[in-house]
Nanobody
Framework: QVQLVESGGGLVQAGGSLRLSCAASGRTFSSYVMGWFRQAPGKGREFVASTSLLGAYTDYGESVKGRFTIYRDNAKNTVYLQMISLKPEDTAVYFC??????????????????WGQGTQVTVSS
C-alpha cells in the first residue's frame, strides 16, 4: 500500500510558475511508476506526466510539453511537477498516482492503483 499526499497548489497569474509535490508513504516508493493527472470542472481526468522508477524516462501530455517537468527524489519518497508558463487552461485539480507495473511509463489512469487526494491549481488571466 502507498499513501500519496499532494501539496503546492494555489492561485497564480498566467505566465507564472508553481511546483507541486507528492509525498509517498512506505519504503517501496522506487518500485512505482509515478504520474500526474489533472481534472478541470466538467471534464475528464487528463494525463499530465509520468516518470519511470528511477526517473530516467518521462512522458508528457501534449498540452504541457515544454512547460511542465516531472522528476522524483526516491531518497525523499517524493515526486514533483514543476510548472512554468502557466495558462488559465491549466486550472484544475492535480492528482499524483502510483503504478506497480513493468512498464517504464503509464499514460492511462486505469494503470494506476494509488491516488492522492488532489491539490487545486488556479491560473488567473
Amino acid at each position: 500500500q502507498v499513501q500519496l499526499v499532494e501539496s503546492g497548489g494555489g492561485l497564480v497569474q498566467a505566465g507564472g510558475s508553481l511546483r507541486l509535490s507528492c509525498a509517498a508513504s512506505g519504503r517501496t516508493f522506487s518500485s512505482y511508476v509515478m504520474g500526474w493527472f489533472r481534472q478541470a470542472p466538467g471534464k475528464g481526468r487528463e494525463f499530465v506526466a509520468s516518470t519511470s522508477l528511477l526517473g530516467a524516462y518521462t512522458d508528457y501530455g501534449e498540452s504541457v510539453k515544454g512547460r511542465f517537468t516531472i522528476y522524483r527524489d526516491n531518497a525523499k519518497n517524493t515526486v514533483y511537477l514543476q510548472m512554468i508558463s502557466l495558462k488559465p487552461e491549466d486550472t484544475a485539480v492535480y492528482f499524483c498516482a502510483a503504478a506497480s507495473t513493468s512498464s517504464r511509463i503509464v499514460r492511462d489512469s486505469s494503470g494506476y492503483s494509488y491516488w492522492g487526494q488532489g491539490t487545486q491549481v488556479t491560473v488567473s488571466s
